[in-house]
């Protein structure tokens, strides 16, 4: 693959006096005997981007009937694909690949950017097209699946299968279509990218770095573009191109990458439509599954935490919310519901979920130390305390307000206080002292597998701070360390627990997942969440450490990966990283 870009970019910039022009194919034409379907046209207002008006226009293939859910194909700057004058003309496109069983039967939505209308007539307009399309974050994906989606289904069955749901669009409406099949996989898995937009305009040029990090999602993408597209202030779109199509092969996506010679316009896209449908919907009765990437492209980084026989499995749900798992010497993991003041403990062996406290103050983060009692951070009762193994409340230290905490193996105890800006040391006698002051807000924490840096999370900004650990608990040398990835909402990464592996790598749960940093403090891999919302923490648990569990929202999960955890109380020198 990348000698074939590299071959066609030379070829590009050496035969830069011709262009191909792209006729259409009679797949594009209206043929005898291809039943035509019907388009209607619509108008929306929306709430997911308040007060923004826009047409949409709906496709309904002849072969549609209400007793069979049809799939789902969605198209941006729908104006332009549903016009059966123009060069696009996906509904006669459409017509004759269902007429052919090369398309399932399928109902096209056809969806113009928003417009917010001026409130006077000597006022401008505020144009939403950017906005929706070059943005990052899940809104585009929430419009469709909260507003659009329902609002068709109320005429039409359409289906909730996401295999049976696609999206694409040309310009910032291809990378508007990735972004809301990256988001929400379990909504659209099929992705149809036209010249696309994955530069610089509102940050879709970190795509190829997130693909090569992020646990690969079960979408199949088709990837177009021309050597003469636009090269301005945001980025190169062909070079752009070039840097999707690798990092989706590297990561084992099912894709392919189609490439011409014509600029930042339709005339090849529109050429290849017909190719590109029948490509994307290729086998549409078959699930698309997890990229190939776990399976056999070992190169790819995530792969060698993550074992690709493996997935997120729950373990216990109907609490509020779910915090502090730790491991005991067992491999048995225990964790707190805090609003319903309880701690619960997992059996590893059989995966069961047992209260085995009650009235606990608070509990929140958690650990076990080198005594085999369990600490605890009680929130409630402004103390940190430690639970002997039949339950009985010892006070380590009190008049704090902590949040989460970690113990060594010599059974000092190191404790976040978030709303004093402070993390606090109290050492094997019970004295406590400030460690360190002023982070924004500081919260999980861990030390290092040979107990000498200490790993802070910042949850207001996108940084995880490292500590070396001085004499008599001390923090000196402080760096913010670890560079988080966030969401495109403006917001921090909502760093909470912290977690190590034998290998020093980190493990930070945020909003994305769980982040994953090697020694140097490089983001290595982002494990997907496996529920919405923000993970709260992490452990490792099992009898030989290989499992990881999260505490996320309401529920527990677990998943056997390819690295260790570290007993707290057996330090380990990490190996030499690479660098």
């Known amino acids: ?84 004058k123009g060069r696009w003309r996906a509904p006669i496109v459409m017509d004759n690949l269902i007429h052919k069983g090369e398309m399932p039967v399928t109902i096209g939505i056809f969806i113009n950017p928003g417009v917010l209308p001026a409130a006077y007539p000597e006022q401008q307009s505020r144009f939403n097209r950017s906005f929706e399309y070059d943005g990052l974050g899940d809104r585009y994906a929430r419009f469709l699946v909260e507003e659009i989606l329902p609002e068709v289904g109320k005429t039409y069955a359409l289906t909730t299968d996401p295999n049976l749901r696609g999206i694409g669009g040309s310009s910032s409406g291809a990378s508007c279509a990735f972004t809301a099949a990256w988001n929400r996989p379990d909504a659209f898995r099929r992705v149809l990218s036209f010249i696309g937009s994955y530069t610089g305009l509102r940050g879709a040029d970190a795509y190829p770095t997130l693909i090569r990090k992020s646990e690969p999602k079960p979408l199949r993408v088709y990837l177009q573009d021309g050597s003469r597209d636009l090269n301005l202030y945001s980025g190169n779109w062909w070079w752009a191109n070039q840097e999707m199509a690798s990092a989706l092969e590297y990561a084992g996506y099912e894709t392919t990458f189609v490439t011409g010679d014509q600029g930042h316009n339709n005339i090849h896209g529109s050429a290849v439509l017909p190719d590109a449908l029948r490509w994307l919907w290729r086998a549409s009765s078959q699930p698309i599954a997890r990229s190939r990437g776990l399976a056999n492209a070992e190169r790819h980084f995530i792969t060698q935490i993550l074992d690709p026989a493996q997935d997120w499995q729950l373990v216990s749900q109907g609490h509020r919310f779910t915090e502090g798992p730790t491991v005991d010497r067992q491999g048995n993991v225990f964790f707190t519901d805090v609003p319903n003041n309880r701690i619960h403990r997992i059996d590893h062996a059989t995966g069961q979920a047992t209260v085995w406290k009650e009235e606990t103050g608070g509990a929140d983060g958690m650990q076990f130390g080198p005594d085999g009692r369990l600490y605890a951070c009680e929130a409630r009762t402004k103390r940190i305390v430690a639970y002997t193994p039949d339950g009985t409340t010892q006070v380590i230290a009190e008049d704090v307000t902590p949040n989460d905490l970690t113990v060594s193996s010599r059974g000092e105890v190191w404790f976040t206080d978030p709303s004093h800006k402070r993390v606090w040391f109290v050492d094997a006698k019970g004295q406590k002292r400030v460690a360190h002051e002023g982070l924004e807000f500081p919260n999980g924490l861990s030390l290092s597998p040979d107990e000498s840096l200490l790993a802070v999370a910042d949850t207001r900004s996108r940084w995880v701070w490292s500590f070396q650990v001085g004499s008599a608990g001390t923090l000196v040398n402080g760096q913010p360390f670890y560079r988080l990835e966030t969401t495109d909402d403006g917001n921090a990464p909502s760093a909470d627990g912290v977690t190590v592996d034998a290998e020093g790598f980190v493990y930070v749960a945020t909003r994305l997942g769980l982040q994953v940093f090697d020694q140097p403090g490089r983001l290595t891999a982002i494990i997907d969440k496996p529920h919405p919302g923000a993970l709260a923490n992490a452990t490792f648990g099992g009898p030989n450490l290989d499992t990881l569990y999260v505490a996320a929202g309401d529920k527990v999960f677990r998943r056997v990966i390819r690295r260790k955890g570290v007993w707290p109380w057996t330090p380990v020198k990490p190996p030499q990283p690479r660098l």
């Open 1 to 84: 693959m990348l000698a074939r870009l590299a071959a066609a970019a030379l070829l590009a910039a050496s035969t830069l006096g011709a262009q191909t022009e792209y006729p259409l194919t009679a797949e594009s034409e209206r043929q005898p005997g291809v039943p035509a379907g019907t388009v209607t046209k619509h108008n929306w207002t929306s709430t997911v981007f308040p007060g923004t008006v826009r047409d949409y226009w709906v496709y309904v293939p002849a072969q549609y009937q209400k007793e069979a859910p049809a799939a789902v194909m969605v198209f941006q700057d729908g104006a332009g694909y549903v016009d059966e």
